[in-house]
């Protein structure tokens, strides 16, 4: 059974940093693609970024693109999302999730697994 799950959430003040951190049981990244979604209070789960596996292609929301960043640790089967100059918009539940293949794209139904989510909030 492959298990995600999120840590490194918390409150932080708008134009500050936090970084999240999703652990894999096993080597159960590895050959996979791997995003991060969020679902803000009213609002549907939306896509934040994702890597691919073999490339390294990166795909980044609009909404994120040179904030956000996602890297992976290949040894450590950790996948990471480094977030600075955060805004009170960027308030969410933020999901992990591995996707089905080496590839990704924005929908959530590429993605097979996902971690429970770790509350991301920021305060004006």
């Known amino acids: 059974q492959v298990q995600l799950v999120e840590s490194g959430g918390g409150l932080v003040q708008a134009g500050g940093s936090l970084r999240l951190s999703c652990a894999a049981s096993?080597?159960?990244?590895?050959?996979?693609?791997a995003a991060w979604f969020r679902r803000a209070p009213g609002k549907e789960r939306e896509f934040v970024v994702g890597?691919?596996?073999?490339?390294?292609?990166?795909d980044y929301a609009d909404s994120v693109k040179g904030r956000f960043t996602i890297s992976r640790d290949y040894a450590k089967t950790t996948v990471y999302l480094q977030m600075n100059s955060l805004k009170p918009e960027d308030t969410a539940v933020y999901y992990c999730a591995r996707s089905r293949s080496g590839s990704i794209n924005r929908s959530p139904l590429q993605y097979d697994y996902w971690g429970p989510g770790t509350q991301v909030t920021v305060s004006s």
């Open positions: 096993g080597r159960t990244f590895s050959d996979y693609g």
């Open positions: 890597i691919s596996w073999i490339s390294m292609f990166t």
